[in-house]
């Protein structure tokens, strides 16, 4: 039962990581269509960025964070400025921007590649001081806590963004329309623009999180994760962020259930593309998912 | 005739891959024909890889028959699994094919005949160059006038304007799953050549970031024409070496420049290189670049 209930845990740690880089993609996609392939190369770089900042520069985890993620963000400007912006008034920007994103995941990794090295690194030791708290047979770290509450805290944030501010109801309204949206006097490129840099925020904060929950981080940490984020954006509804968030958790426990159950590894993500191949045939528009989304 | 021997003694292994990728790159522009966007065609590469390798090692049907029988087996899943898939569109299909991939890759992962992780050893090397370019000739002649067949000519029908094509009376779905099905024995003939190419093959030779490179070789040729992927499988391929030859050998530059090429295309070059080389008026007019953008 302590082992059970252990396993749940670490899904719902694990599962919140994976709902904080899903929310960037499916925010994307929610606006433009679009499906940002170069989501995960963000991702890596903003876990080797991060951890450039600790070794090289001598900050503290607390500072090399927002920086990092700051720097992503500037990240997903030049994304869509290089990759988005040219191909909008095509009429299949939908698939050239799928292509175009592919490419710029290339250049990304290209990039991470050079500049970090092909080696596997981990942040230093005591990067964040870890504390273990233990209540029978369930033991849980600090850093696991910190890392399900900076998640929580940020996809709350970006929810209370989106229904409340001003900017946050100008995505939403682009995502519904963008003609529309035009016409009422929303400056729609900004907009864009803007989306595309809290997108890729969220997806740096999400690889420094996940660098630090595995210990482990490399130019091609992203490639396994991109996958789970489209496996878990279906599972939540294209553009659906609560769903992303939901979608994320569920596919964490879905993957330390599978280990627990089969006892190997071996299976964890054949069960998760499984549910993900099921969804999409029998629910294409997925859990939360608009009805309209179906055929984008 | 000796310098020609001395350039196969060299070459001989990479003149043997352009050779099979052309081969897969045709095998997605039988299903983007019909505007349907596949990243499951490195599975059905694999299926039909696997089934043939294991043919030959294992019970010792000869060559030609194994191939033939991994083909139409990689064609009988691509009709199981197209049928259902392809009701999806754009970018849904893109991921649900690429999610039966992933399931694939980790079928072959983990069974005991595909030989696990380490890959299936030991298979006779029996594929021929010449086999490779006569399989070659014989597609890009069989596609060649598929074009101008009523099966070619509602492929485009459909890829041009879906619903349109279904309110002229073409049975859209019977299309659709034909140009996938197609494409699966084709993929699957290329696997079972590659198969016998090289005495060892694994599952990571077939997973999602070869499905990538199949569509990269076809967006960087142009999907248009059927000597398109060709062309870009051709050239993509011999990069690497060719770069080899100018002195460019740290790995981060050369998979940038892929990158680069791919985003330089896509951004200029919308119906691939092979636009350069003069296009047909006909061409000219069906250029998506002034399009007008579709509602939102």
Redesign the interface.
């Known amino acids: 039962m302590d082992l059970l209930a252990q396993q749940l845990i670490n899904g719902l740690f694990i599962g919140s990581v994976y709902g904080l880089f899903a929310v960037g993609y499916t925010l994307v996609f929610g606006v433009l269509d679009i499906l940002n392939l170069a989501h995960a190369a963000v991702f890596t770089l903003g876990g080797l960025l991060a951890l450039w900042l600790v070794e090289t520069g001598g900050l503290s985890i607390w500072l090399a964070f927002p920086v990092s993620v700051l720097c992503c963000g500037i990240l997903g400007l030049l994304l869509d400025r290089v990759a988005f912006v040219p191909l909008r008034q095509r009429a299949d920007s939908n698939f050239s921007g799928l292509i175009s994103s592919i490419a710029m995941a290339i250049i990304f990794e290209s990039a991470a590649l050079g500049l970090f090295g092909a080696r596997t690194v981990r942040f230093p030791a005591h990067t964040v001081p870890v504390h273990i708290w233990r209540w029978g047979g369930i033991s849980i770290t600090s850093l696991q806590v910190e890392i399900v509450a900076i998640s929580l805290l940020l996809m709350v944030a970006l929810t209370q963004f989106l229904n409340r501010a001003r900017a946050g109801k100008a995505i939403r309204a682009v995502a519904e329309n963008d003609r529309t949206s035009r016409l009422l006097g929303i400056h729609v490129d900004g907009i864009i623009a803007f989306t595309f840099f809290i997108s890729s925020a969220l997806g740096g904060a999400a690889g420094i999180l996940f660098g630090l929950y595995f210990d482990s981080l490399s130019p091609d940490m992203g490639r396994s994760i991109e996958l789970k984020g489209l496996a878990v954006i279906i599972l939540g509804g294209m553009g659906s962020i609560p769903g992303a968030i939901l979608g994320g958790l569920a596919f964490g426990l879905s993957e330390v259930l599978t280990v627990a159950i089969t006892g190997t590894s071996n299976l964890r993500d054949a069960v998760a593309f499984t549910v993900l191949f099921a969804v999409l045939i029998l629910r294409p528009s997925g859990l939360l998912g608009r009805k309209k989304m179906r055929e984008a | 005739m000796e310098a020609l021997c001395q350039f196969f003694a060299i070459y001989g292994s990479l003149v043997n891959f352009i050779g099979i990728n052309a081969l897969l790159a045709l095998s997605l522009y039988l299903t983007m024909a019909a505007g349907q966007?596949s990243l499951g065609s490195a599975a059905f590469a694999g299926i039909g890889g696997y089934t043939a390798g294991i043919l030959t090692m294992k019970l010792g049907v000869p060559f030609l028959l194994s191939v033939a029988a991994g083909s139409i087996l990689s064609g009988l899943v691509g009709l199981i699994i197209g049928l259902?898939?392809l009701?999806?569109?754009?970018?849904?299909l893109?991921?649900?094919t690429?999610?039966?991939g992933?399931?694939v890759r980790?079928?072959v992962?983990?069974l005991d005949i595909t030989g696990g992780a380490q890959g299936l050893v030991g298979i006779p090397n029996l594929t021929k160059t010449w086999g490779i370019y006569l399989a070659l000739a014989v597609a890009g002649y069989t596609i060649a006038r598929l074009r101008h067949s009523r099966i070619g000519w509602c492929f485009e029908s459909i890829r041009e304007d879906e619903t349109a094509a279904s309110a002229m009376g073409i049975n859209t779905t019977y299309y659709k799953t034909l140009s996938f099905v197609l494409g699966a024995i084709l993929a699957g003939f290329a696997g079972g050549l590659y198969a016998h190419l090289n005495y060892i093959i694994t599952p990571r030779e077939f997973g999602?970031?070869v499905a990538?490179d199949l569509?990269?070789f076809n967006?960087v040729g142009g999907i248009r024409v059927w000597y398109g992927p060709v062309l870009g499988a051709v050239l993509l391929t011999a990069l690497p070496e060719i770069l080899r030859g100018t002195g460019v050998t740290?790995?981060?530059?050369r998979?940038?420049l892929?990158?680069?090429i791919?985003?330089l295309v896509?951004?200029f070059l919308?119906n691939g290189l092979v636009s350069i080389f003069g296009r047909t008026g006909q061409e000219r007019e069906k250029a998506?670049?002034d399009?007008?953008?579709?509602?939102?």
């Open positions: 966007l259902p898939v009701r999806l569109r754009g970018v849904f893109a991921i649900a690429l999610s039966f992933e399931v980790i079928a992962l983990n999602f970031s990538v569509l990269i967006i740290a790995g981060p530059i998979m940038a892929n990158g680069l791919l985003l896509i951004l919308p998506p670049v399009a007008v953008p579709e509602e939102g």
